[in-house]
């Protein structure tokens, strides 16, 4: 054999199929080999074979065309498949396999991969929440706090950050208190505040805004590291 013959070898190419399908195929309940029979299509496509028959996929597999052809029926009953009409240069009309549906699929599989992922990091932060408001109050939350923790989230739609980031503003100011922090969030609302950077430069602002309109008298020593304090309750 000369090399030429390995160079016509290897210029048969690859095929080009997402990693999900390699990794999820499992998870929307295809078998080994229909896996294998989709990757066969898709290979005959690429080559411009669009409706290869069970025969010319059989000889690429370790099955019989009888099993070729009732896998493909299967597939096609399963939805990942669908055999469509198609027109050529000279007018000639021809079926083909079309794999959208299969693309269709594993996008749902994606979609509904991250929607889960979402859930579960709100569910992490959602427990770790409830672990700070305990160890800053020091003591389990009543239902009646858990209950307003929730609305906080579910009705005000505020993020899990914002909500600890009250939570340390009300620890800041010494006030301790639900009332106090829904003040907070309610302040934050209103003025557009959504993310933590958002909360650290509007409270830097108001605490310039405070230390300008009160300064402190000449005859009072003032600490090296003053405390902020805003009562947003006043407010």
């Known amino acids: 054999m000369q ?4 160079i016509q070898w ?8 997402p990693a999900a399908l390699l990794t999820e195929y499992k998870n929307m309940h295809l078998s080994e080999q229909e896996l294998v029979l989709l990757l066969q299509v898709i290979h005959f496509a690429e080559k411009g074979n669009e409706f290869p028959t069970p025969a010319e996929i059989s000889a690429r597999m370790a099955v019989s ?8 029926h299967a597939l096609i009953q399963k939805g990942f498949i669908d055999i469509i009409d198609g027109d050529s ?3 000639i009309r021809f079926e083909r396999y079309s794999l959208d549906p299969l693309w269709e699929k594993l996008i749902d599989r994606f979609m509904q991969n991250q929607k889960q992922e979402r859930v579960q990091a709100r569910q ?13 109050f020091g003591r389990p939350l009543s239902p009646f706090e858990c209950e307003t923790l929730a609305m906080w989230m579910d009705d005000d739609h505020h993020d899990p ?5 009250a939570l340390r503003e009300a620890v800041i100011s010494g006030k301790l208190n639900f009332r106090y922090i829904d003040r907070i969030l309610f302040e934050w609302k209103k003025n557009g505040i ?4 958002q909360a650290k430069s509007y409270g ?32």
């Not at 065309?65 to 493909?72: G, I, K, R």
């Not at 950050?161 to 980031?165: H, M, N, Q, S, T």
């Not at 959504?194 to 950077?197: A, G, L, N, P, Y």
């Not at 230390?211 to 902020?228: C, H, I, L, N, Y």
């Open 204 to 235: 830097r602002k108001f605490r310039q805004h405070q230390g300008q309109q009160k300064p402190a008298p000449k005859d009072v020593k003032v600490q090296s590291r003053p405390v902020p304090f805003y009562n947003w309750l006043e407010q």
């Open 65 to 72: 065309v009888v099993d070729c052809t009732e896998s493909l």
């Open 124 to 136: 992490v932060e959602e427990t770790d929440l409830y672990t700070c408001f305990e160890k800053e």
């Open 3 to 6: 090399k030429s013959d390995f």
């Open 194 to 197: 959504k993310t933590i950077e």
């Open 10 to 17: 290897l210029r048969e190419g690859t095929i080009t199929i």
């Open 161 to 165: 950050i914002i909500i600890k980031a």
């Open 89 to 91: 240069a000279d007018g």
